[in-house]
Nanobody, 127 residues
Framework: QLQLVESGGGLVQPGGSLRLSCGTS????????IGWFRQAPGKEREGVSC????????EDADSLKGRFTISRDNARNTVFLAMNSLKPEDTAIYYC????????????????????WGQGTQVTVSS
C-alpha cells in the first residue's frame, strides 16, 4: 500500500505563490505517474497537473497552464506543484495520487487510473 502525504498548503494572498509537495516515506515513487487534483467547495474534483514516472511527460489543465508547474525529484521521492499568480478561485483541497507506471508513459486526469491517494492539503487564496 503506497502512502502519499501532501504538504505545503496554507493561506496566501491573491497573486501569491505556494509550492505543494507530495511525498512518501516508505516507498519509492519512481514507478508511479503522479497526478495533482483539487476539489473546491461545492464542486467536483478536477485534474490540475500530472507527471509521468520518469518525469519526461507532463499534462496540465488548460485553464491553469502558465501558472502551475509540476516537477519531480525521484531521489527525494517527492513530486512538487509550484503555483504562481494564485487567484481566489484556486481555493480548494489539493490531492496527489499515484498511478502504477513501471515504464515511461504518459499521464492523464482519469481518476480511475490512480490507485493511491493522499489525504489532501488545503489551499486558501484570500486577502
Amino acid at each position: 500500500q503506497l502512502q502519499l502525504v501532501e504538504s505545503g498548503g496554507g493561506l496566501v494572498q491573491p497573486g501569491g505563490s505556494l509550492r505543494l509537495s507530495c511525498g512518501t516515506s516508505r516507498d519509492t515513487l519512481d514507478d508511479y505517474a503522479i497526478g495533482w487534483f483539487r476539489q473546491a467547495p461545492g464542486k467536483e474534483r478536477e485534474g490540475v497537473s500530472c507527471i509521468s514516472g520518469r518525469g519526461h511527460n507532463t499534462e496540465d489543465a488548460d485553464s491553469l497552464k502558465g501558472r502551475f508547474t509540476i516537477s519531480r525529484d525521484n531521489a527525494r521521492n517527492t513530486v512538487f506543484l509550484a503555483m504562481n499568480s494564485l487567484k481566489p478561485e484556486d481555493t480548494a483541497i489539493y490531492y496527489c495520487a499515484a498511478d502504477w507506471q513501471p515504464y515511461e508513459g504518459i499521464c492523464g486526469f482519469h481518476e480511475g487510473r490512480y490507485e493511491f491517494w493522499g489525504q489532501g492539503t488545503q489551499v486558501t487564496v484570500s486577502s
